[in-house]
């Protein structure tokens, strides 16, 4: 399941499952919990626990000092590039195309000479982009 909640069921039944001296493995922080305040209260319940972190990704082991420490440290980083990204407002997917950037291509593709090709390299846009937008407009039909 997702870790951008703890409230998860199969959370709950591993630690029902695990016992002192046990070692909980995951690929990779982020696959187990989205936060650091969510990675933290997740160590802390399992050092209660008695139960070790091994993180196979960024090399992380609780059993020792060091992995400990490590373990903050990467969830801090982790939680600082979520907030940069948030920040940015990128949630995925491409750029946005500048739409006056896909007006002007329009406009030289249809009282020009040059072809879709020539005309996205000089403004910069996709060509994908480019005849998307042309086909959305209600008179996009390409030259005249």
């Not at 709950?12 to 650091?36: C, F, I, K, N």
């Not at 060091?66 to 997917?93: N, P």
């Amino acid at each position: 399941m997702t870790g951008s909640h703890m409230d998860r069921p199969g959370w709950d039944q591993l630690l029902e499952y695990a016992r002192p001296g046990d070692t909980l493995g995951v690929s990779e922080l982020s696959r187990m919990t989205r936060s650091l305040m969510d990675l933290l209260t997740a160590a802390k319940v399992l050092e209660q626990r008695q139960i070790n972190l091994v993180s196979l990704r960024e090399n992380i082991d609780t059993a020792t000092a060091t992995g400990r420490c490590f373990l903050s440290m990467m969830g801090t980083i982790h939680q600082m590039g979520r907030e940069l990204r948030a920040e940015r407002g990128k949630t995925g997917g491409s750029p946005k195309t500048d739409l006056e950037k896909l007006e002007n291509a329009r406009i030289l593709y249809e009282n020009s000479d040059k072809t879709a090709a020539e005309v996205c390299d000089i403004t910069g846009v996709g060509r994908r982009k480019f005849f998307s937008y042309v086909a959305e407009r209600p008179n996009g039909s390409g030259k005249t």
